[in-house]
């Protein structure tokens, strides 16, 4: 089995998702499940829907609706003038009456904007099947999430292998057309996995079903050694590990959502990176059992909006468990720490945030430490606004590679604020304005010299030959690769 899942702009109009649908019956024997994200925009105009209805705006509400309405329709007319529409029709009808729900009660709430901003996927679905039906391939439209979670909409493995199980049997012998992004909580509502979820939910759909492989189409040829609008001799990532492929994410790369390598990495369910647009181009194959280059710095990345949170204060010394209590305070305010800095015990602690929550993150450590800053332990909390995180990643990276980074940044006049140092990524703080020069000059003194360099490899199979472990997917992949 194969799980391809097709983005926005591979679903962006009636033309493309009928491309989309020859490249899934080009497939056809690999018994493909089809994940797709709502079309190019849709997301975020539903988001605009739900803002409005909670704002009472009837007659932005209204034009908001139709121009979603005329996209689906005319999508659909591109597709097939003859086929019958009759689902989607439903749906729309559906969309509309929620949206009239909200706007009569104003409703605000993350489960309304949810509830709504999940038709995006949930219309997709049957674009995409009618277009395979044009096609002359039957194919199962299935608009109710796949994906089950718990309460704070953190998946559950055996509830959604079961609902994954049950729907698949729903088929029959057409292919499976399921929603990405979209997820059930145990009372029924609808929740949402954030931004690039339909690459979150398309794995996790392959590790509950067993997938021999999960294909990600996106509007690039795989993963990137550098963003190339910054690095224009960027070059594509033939193989990565999952390790490497979740730092890219994590540290700024926007092909992958953060998460979405961690299901099939658990199961050793090899995952590709591919273009809608070039199907005809391998892409980057994302497998724990590859031919892992050893030493070599592999990718340089930028995370823009971070912002550093500071303790300052004489009495810092003495404020027990310190460290500690900063990272409890904003978890329980659901704020993420990027990365943090404690030079030594008792002195400069800091940790930086998404600005976006830089405030929240201020207001909780405030409470924290009200006694300590009553007392005169701390005398203040400090922000610093306008920063960033320059990532160099690889595989088992030494101290030639540190000091290489460390040159390349020096002869731009770059100081970073801080750094941390490991086996497989070296991140800097930077200055926003800087981080474009760092990733140009760590990419030109770092990673190009490795490109003229006999790479040093770790086989996990027999000379000349892929491993044992690669032939699921090698049996999808031969004729691309």
Same mark, same amino acid.
């Given at each position: 089995?194969?799980?391809?899942?097709?983005?926005?702009?591979?679903?962006?109009?009636?033309?493309?998702?009928?491309?989309?649908?020859?490249?899934?019956?080009?497939? %056809?024997?690999?018994?493909?499940?089809?994940?797709?994200?709502?079309?190019?925009?849709?997301?975020?105009?539903? =988001?605009?829907? !739900?803002?409005?209805?909670?704002?009472?705006?009837?007659?932005?509400?209204?034009?908001?609706?139709?121009?979603?309405?005329?996209?689906?329709?005319?999508?659909?007319?591109?597709?097939?003038?003859?086929?019958?529409?009759?689902?989607?029709?439903?749906?729309?009808?559906?969309?509309?009456?929620?949206?009239?729900?909200?706007?009569?009660?104003?409703?605000?709430?993350?489960? !309304?904007?949810?509830?709504?901003?999940?038709?995006?996927?949930?219309?997709?679905?049957?674009?995409?099947?009618?277009?395979?039906?044009?096609?002359?391939?039957?194919?199962?439209?299935?608009?109710?999430?796949?994906?089950?979670?718990?309460?704070?909409?953190?998946?559950?493995?055996?509830?959604?292998?079961?609902?994954?199980?049950?729907?698949?049997?729903?088929?029959?012998?057409?292919?499976?057309?399921?929603?990405?992004?979209?997820?059930?909580?145990?009372?029924? %509502?609808?929740?949402?996995?954030?931004?690039? /979820?339909?690459?979150?939910?398309?794995?996790?759909?392959?590790?509950?079903?067993?997938?021999?492989?999960?294909?990600?189409?996106?509007?690039?040829?795989? =993963?990137?050694?550098?963003?190339?609008?910054?690095?224009?001799?960027?070059?594509?990532?033939?193989?990565?590990?999952?390790?490497?492929?979740?730092?890219?994410?994590?540290?700024?790369?926007?092909?992958?959502?953060? =998460?979405?390598?961690? &299901?099939?990495?658990?199961?050793? $369910?090899?995952?590709?990176?591919?273009?809608?647009?070039?199907?005809?181009?391998?892409?980057?194959?994302?497998?724990?059992?590859?031919?892992?280059?050893?030493?070599?710095?592999?990718?340089?990345?930028?995370?823009?909006?971070?912002?550093?949170?500071?303790?300052?204060?004489?009495?810092?010394?003495?404020?027990?468990?310190?460290? %500690?209590?900063?990272?409890?305070?904003?978890?329980?305010?659901?704020?993420?720490?990027? =990365?943090?800095?404690?030079? /030594?015990? /008792?002195? #400069?602690?800091?940790?930086?945030?998404?600005?976006?929550?830089?405030?929240?993150?201020?207001?909780?450590?405030?409470?924290?430490?009200?006694?300590?800053?009553?007392?005169?332990?701390?005398?203040?909390?400090?922000?610093?606004?306008?920063?960033?995180?320059?990532?160099?990643?690889?595989?088992?990276? /030494?101290?030639?590679?540190?000091?290489?980074?460390?040159?390349?940044?020096?002869?731009?006049?770059?100081?970073?604020?801080?750094?941390?140092?490991? &086996?497989?990524?070296?991140?800097?703080?930077?200055?926003?304005? #800087?981080?474009? %020069?760092?990733?140009?000059? $760590?990419?030109?003194?770092?990673?190009?010299?490795?490109?003229?360099?006999?790479?040093?490899?770790?086989?996990?199979?027999?000379?000349?030959?892929?491993?044992?472990?690669?032939?699921?997917?090698?049996?999808?992949?031969?004729?691309?690769?």
């Amino acid at each position: 089995m194969l799980v391809m899942k097709f983005g926005g702009t591979s679903v962006g109009s009636g033309e493309r998702i009928l491309h989309v649908s020859r490249i899934v019956l080009a497939h %056809r024997d690999q018994q493909p499940v089809v994940v797709t994200s709502a079309m190019s925009g849709v997301t975020d105009a539903l =988001l605009e829907l !739900a803002r409005s209805a909670a704002l009472g705006d009837a007659a932005a509400c209204e034009n908001q609706l139709a121009a979603l309405i005329n996209r689906h329709e005319d999508a659909a007319r591109d597709i097939s003038p003859e086929a019958d529409w009759t689902k989607l029709n439903q749906r729309l009808e559906v969309l509309s009456a929620m949206a009239a729900d909200a706007l009569a009660k104003r409703d605000g709430s993350t489960a !309304a904007s949810d509830a709504l901003v999940s038709w995006g996927e949930r219309l997709a679905a049957p674009l995409v099947a009618g277009a395979l039906g044009a096609l002359g391939q039957s194919a199962l439209a299935w608009d109710d999430p796949i994906i089950a979670t718990d309460e704070h909409a953190a998946p559950l493995t055996e509830a959604t292998r079961s609902l994954a199980e049950k729907t698949l049997a729903l088929a029959g012998g057409g292919l499976l057309v399921a929603p990405g992004f979209i997820a059930r909580m145990p009372d029924g %509502r609808i929740t949402t996995l954030g931004r690039g /979820g339909s690459d979150y939910s398309a794995t996790l759909l392959a590790a509950a079903l067993r997938a021999d492989a999960c294909w990600i189409y996106t509007d690039v040829d795989g =993963l990137l050694s550098a963003d190339p609008r910054i690095v224009e001799r960027a070059r594509i990532l033939p193989v990565v590990s999952p390790q490497t492929a979740g730092r890219l994410s994590y540290s700024g790369a926007k092909v992958l959502h953060p =998460l979405s390598v961690a &299901p099939v990495a658990r199961q050793g $369910i090899p995952m590709r990176v591919r273009n809608t647009f070039r199907p005809d181009h391998p892409g980057t194959l994302i497998t724990a059992h590859s031919r892992a280059q050893r030493g070599a710095s592999q990718a340089v990345t930028g995370r823009r909006g971070l912002a550093a949170i500071a303790l300052i204060g004489d009495g810092l010394p003495e404020t027990p468990h310190m460290f %500690r209590r900063m990272y409890q305070a904003m978890t329980r305010a659901g704020i993420e720490s990027v =990365l943090s800095a404690y030079p /030594g015990a /008792g002195y #400069d602690p800091q940790v930086f945030v998404n600005a976006a929550q830089a405030a929240a993150a201020l207001e909780q450590l405030a409470r924290e430490y009200a006694s300590e800053r009553a007392q005169g332990q701390i005398s203040s909390i400090s922000i610093q606004q306008g920063l960033a995180l320059c990532t160099l990643i690889g595989e088992e990276l /030494g101290i030639a590679a540190l000091a290489q980074a460390q040159q390349a940044l020096a002869a731009e006049a770059v100081m970073p604020l801080a750094q941390t140092l490991g &086996p497989s990524a070296l991140s800097f703080v930077l200055y926003e304005r #800087d981080l474009e %020069r760092a990733i140009r000059s $760590i990419h030109r003194e770092v990673i190009e010299p490795t490109w003229h360099e006999p790479a040093v490899t770790v086989s996990c199979g027999s000379v000349g030959h892929a491993p044992d472990d690669e032939e699921p997917e090698r049996r999808f992949a031969a004729s691309h690769s």
